[in-house]
């Protein structure tokens, strides 16, 4: 996935579309699945980590998109020790 469209999936993310969101999480996902130094960084700096967060806390939203949340939220913790105490601290 490419790292430019980040802002747009983050944009999309804490957007009313539902479809969209459902995209665009997959689409933070796909981002941090690259093999070799996957951009958690980068990523984490968005803020968007907390909204994955709340998205599985929504009972309202689809399973497929919180499949997805799940995914890009354990791509974060896989990182440094950092990382994974980022997402602890939220």
């Known amino acids: ?3 430019r469209k980040l802002p747009d999936f ?3 993310v ?3 579309d539902a479809n969209l969101r459902h995209e665009a999480v997959a689409g933070i996902r796909k981002i941090l699945s690259v093999e070799k ?3 958690i960084q980068q990523v984490l700096n968005t803020g968007v980590a907390m ?3 709340n998205i599985l806390r929504d009972n309202r939203t ?3 998109t919180q499949f997805e949340a799940c995914w890009a ?3 974060i ?3 440094t020790s950092a990382d994974t105490a980022a997402l602890v601290k939220m």
């Open 10 to 12: 983050v944009r999309a």
């Open 51 to 53: 909204d994955l967060i």
């Open 77 to 79: 913790a896989s990182g």
């Open 62 to 64: 689809m399973s497929k």
């Open 1 to 3: 996935a490419d790292l």
């Open 73 to 75: 939220l354990t791509n």
């Open 14 to 16: 804490r957007g009313s």
């Open 37 to 39: 130094m996957p951009p």
